[in-house]
C-alpha cells in the first residue's frame, strides 16, 4: 500500500507541469458553448477544474509510465556501469585512480 501510494504521489507532483498546457484549450472549448458564459462564475470555474484535473492527471500519469520510469531505470543502469570498474587486457581488474581528498572547512 505504501509503495502504490508513493507511486500515486510521484504522478501527480508532475500534474503541475501539464495542467496549464490542458488549462488554455479546455477553457477555450468551454466558452465555445452556448450559455457557458451567462453561467456562474463558479460554475464556470469547477467545471473547467474538474475536466482539467482529470485531463492533467491522465497526461501526467502516462508520461511518470512512458517517460520518467524509463528515464530513471536508463540513469539507474548508466551510473552502475560508470561505477563498475573495467577490465584490464590480461583480465585483471584495472586500477582505479583515486579522487582528491578535499578538505572540510571547520565552522567558526
Keep these: 500500500m505504501a509503495q502504490g501510494a508513493a507511486d500515486a504521489a510521484r504522478e501527480v507532483d508532475g500534474a503541475h507541469l501539464v495542467h496549464l498546457l490542458v488549462l488554455l484549450p479546455v477553457a477555450a472549448w468551454l466558452a465555445g458553448f452556448d450559455g457557458y458564459l451567462q453561467l456562474k462564475s ?24 512512458w517517460v520518467e520510469r524509463p528515464g530513471i531505470a536508463l ?5 552502475h556501469r560508470l561505477r563498475r570498474p573495467a577490465k584490464a587486457l ?10 582528491p581528498v578535499v578538505q572540510q572547512r571547520k565552522a567558526a
Excluded: C, N, Q
Excluded at 540513469?75 to 551510473?79: E, F, Q
Excluded at 590480461?90 to 579522487?99: N, R, S
Design 42 to 65: 463558479s460554475l464556470r470555474f469547477a467545471m473547467a477544474g474538474a475536466i482539467t484535473l482529470v485531463v492533467s492527471l491522465s497526461i501526467s500519469t502516462l508520461i511518470h509510465f
Design 75 to 79: 540513469g539507474k543502469r548508466l551510473v
Design 90 to 99: 590480461d583480465g585483471a581488474p584495472a586500477p582505479v585512480a583515486e579522487l
